[in-house]
């Protein structure tokens, strides 16, 4: 079979969602459980998957299997895919020749870190929701109401307070020059990605995440049971913990706590225990080193870091629900500052007009 070199091929519409690779796990596991080959297991999943890019990586993988290959080393060309968590889980069963039970674990990780990531996303979809919407209610009101009033108060020779005289400016500007307004968004927003992508501007935002006094404990709390499910899985898949904290390192998606779990790992390899160097970087929560501690004294690191991480999850979406129950009357006091600013503005000059007899 030739080979499709879909490695490199990476763009927009090449995406499989974590459902579709929850899916796609448990659908393995249950397949090489029940006997089937590896390669007759893919040719089932290219046949039933409703993904395009899906089917491609299957065919892919089957391709790479027909030559010999491994299945960790056939997975690994699709990056986009398959992290390199999902890869060293898949290396370290086919190591023990134990593949299904352990990608029936995998398939259990990785449901509970797609029910987490739902709650917090469906805990941020509301606040976002309220603010594109204020932005479009604005904005119609500078295109097509504003313009309107203007009419009446040029036709009445009326003295516009400075507020009104704002707004009108601004309804103004925004109807000759929109297309400047749009351009310089997206001139914006294009230079504000790259920063953010880039090492400097990604550094700060991942700081940012971690200091900023608003937000700091909800994103601790993420990155921790980040952490601790991640680091359980890998324990429990038996690999060794200074590759452990290795890949963790590259899949925490935080460069600074990527730098000290680098650190730690670069101690560990010198024979210090990990709760040591842990406890002096001042990133982890104290509660975390102890626990880690409490790992190595017992042997029972996996058992100790998976509580964690039930831990870590379950306080993270209490502070969710509470930062959504702080957040609602805050939009509904910053919507009624702003509608009763338009308001003033406008109606002042209206009741200047209507007392001189309009």
Known sequence: MAKLNLGGNISLFNHVSLKEKVFLTRQLATMLGAGLALDQSFKVIAQQSANPYLQKVAQQVIADLEQGQSLSNALSRFKDVFDPVFISVVRSGESSGQIDKVLDQLADQLEMNQDFTSKVRSAMFYPAFILIAMIGIIVIMMIFVIPKLKTVFDSTGTQLPFATAMIVALSDFTVKFWWAELIALIIVSI?????????????????????????????????????????????????????????????IQNRVYAVSLKNISAQVERGIPMSVPMQRDKNFPVLISEMVMVGEQTGKMEIVLNKMADFYEKETDNMIKGLAGLIEPMIIVIIGGGVGFLVYAIMSPIYSIASTGF
Do not use: H
Not at 212 to 221: A, G
Not at 232 to 245: N, V
């Open 191 to 251: 230079i504000l990605f790259y920063f953010f992508r880039g090492e400097n501007g990604g550094s700060l935002w991942d700081r940012l995440k971690i200091k900023f006094p608003v937000i700091k404990d909800l994103y601790t709390q993420i990155y921790m049971a980040r952490f601790c499910r991640t680091m359980s899985m890998l324990i429990g898949a038996g690999l060794p913990i200074i590759e452990t904290i290795a890949i963790t390192s590259d899949v």
